[in-house]
């Protein structure tokens, strides 16, 4: 399956999923812990677009912090699952 068949999720989509503010997704993005997360163009403005992998890695954030990790080291430990899960899906393909 090819990244374009893939479902994509709107900010407002993605908050109400998740719980977490527009402004806080808007924020991490900005700062470089979602990295993955798509801009697509629209007329003259910017739109994030978000996978099932980027919600996945937003609920890992949010979950690591609920268990007392701060945001840097949540997004970390996010990250490192994300890129495991990531190649183990590739060896198995």
Known sequence: MNQQSKPTYSITQV?????VSKN????WHEKGFLPEVQSILVGSRFHRRFTERDIETIQRIIRY?????????AVEMA???AKEGN????RMS
């Open 15 to 19: 908050s109400e999923m998740t719980g």
């Open 24 to 27: 806080r997704i808007r924020e």
């Open 65 to 73: 912090q609920k268990q007392g990790y701060t945001l840097l080291a």
């Open 79 to 81: 990250g490192k699952i």
């Open 87 to 90: 190649n183990h899906a590739c």
